[in-house]
T-cell receptor
Framework: AQSVTQLGSHVSVSEGALVLLRCNYS??????LFWYVQYPNQGLQLLLK??????LVKGINGFEAEFKKSETSFHLTKPSAHMSDAAEYFC?????????????FGTGTKLQVIP | AAGVIQSPRHLIKEKRETATLKCYPI?????VYWYQQGPGQDPQFLIS???????DKGSIPDRFSAQQFSDYHSELNMSSLELGDSALYFC????????????FGPGTRLTVT
C-alpha cells in the first residue's frame, strides 16, 4: 500500500526566500511521484513529476524536486519565493495496482508568501 | 491546448436529491478518473474508466455511480445526497499507457443543503 506524508500543513516564507515543502512516501514498488498546485477555487495543476531517469526534476514556475530513494523523499524547492506562489501544494504518489495506476495524495501544504 | 472540461462548475442541491456531474477528457485521452476533495481535505480517488469499462474503484459510496461513453466523456451520478457529499469533484484524464500523467479539470463544486 502506498501513502504520502507532507510535513507541515502551513508554511510561511518571505518573498525572495527559499521555498522547501517536504514530502515523504511509502510504496511497495518503484513509485511515480508528483507535485500539484491548487490555487483558491481552482483545479489541480501539475507542477512536476518523477517517473524514471534523472532524480532531480524541474517543473513549471521555477520549482524543482529531487527523488531520494534512500530517504523515500520527494521534497519540493524553489530558490526564491514569489507572491504568486501562494497556494496549496499536494504531493502525490502513483503505483501500479492490479494493472492500473492508483494515485494517492498527501494532505497538502498551504504556502503563504509574506511581502 | 485543450484541457479537461467539467460541467457544471457549481451545483447546489438539497438533501436526498440527485446530481449528475459531467467530464469531457482531453482529446484522444481514453481514461477518465474521478476524485472527491472535501473541505480542507486532500483529493480522494473515487473511480476510473477505460474504454467505457470501470478500471479501478476507490472510496466511492454505493449511492454514487459513474459511466464512460463512446466519446470518452464520463458522468458521475450521485443519488440520495447527504450533507457530507458537499465537496469539490475533480475529473482527470490520461492515455491508458501513461496513467501517471493525469491532467485534472477545474472541478465541480457541489453544495448540499
Amino acid at each position: 500500500a502506498q501513502s504520502v506524508t507532507q510535513l507541515g500543513s502551513h508554511v510561511s516564507v518571505s518573498e525572495g526566500a527559499l521555498v522547501l515543502l517536504r514530502c515523504n512516501y511509502s510504496s511497495s514498488v518503484p513509485p511515480y511521484l508528483f507535485w500539484y498546485v491548487q490555487y483558491p477555487n481552482q483545479g489541480l495543476q501539475l507542477l512536476l513529476k518523477y517517473t524514471t531517469g534523472a532524480t532531480l526534476v524541474k517543473g513549471i514556475n521555477g520549482f524543482e524536486a529531487e527523488f531520494k530513494k534512500s530517504e523515500t523523499s520527494f521534497h519540493l524547492t524553489k530558490p526564491s519565493a514569489h507572491m504568486s506562489d501562494a497556494a496549496e501544494y499536494f504531493c502525490a504518489v502513483s503505483e501500479n495496482s492490479g494493472g492500473y495506476q492508483k494515485v494517492t495524495f498527501g494532505t497538502g501544504t498551504k504556502l503563504q508568501v509574506i511581502p | 491546448a485543450a484541457g479537461v472540461i467539467q460541467s457544471p462548475r457549481h451545483l447546489i442541491k438539497e438533501k436526498r436529491e440527485t446530481a449528475t456531474l459531467k467530464c469531457y477528457p482531453i482529446p484522444r485521452h481514453d481514461t477518465v478518473y474521478w476524485y472527491q476533495q472535501g473541505p480542507g481535505q486532500d483529493p480522494q480517488f473515487l473511480i476510473s474508466f477505460y474504454e467505457k469499462m470501470q478500471s479501478d474503484k476507490g472510496s466511492i459510496p454505493d449511492r454514487f455511480s459513474a459511466q464512460q461513453f463512446s466519446d470518452y466523456h464520463s458522468e458521475l451520478n450521485m443519488s440520495s445526497l447527504e450533507l457530507g457529499d458537499s465537496a469539490l469533484y475533480f475529473c482527470a484524464s490520461s492515455f491508458r499507457d501513461r496513467p501517471y500523467e493525469q491532467y485534472f479539470g477545474p472541478g465541480t463544486r457541489l453544495t448540499v443543503t
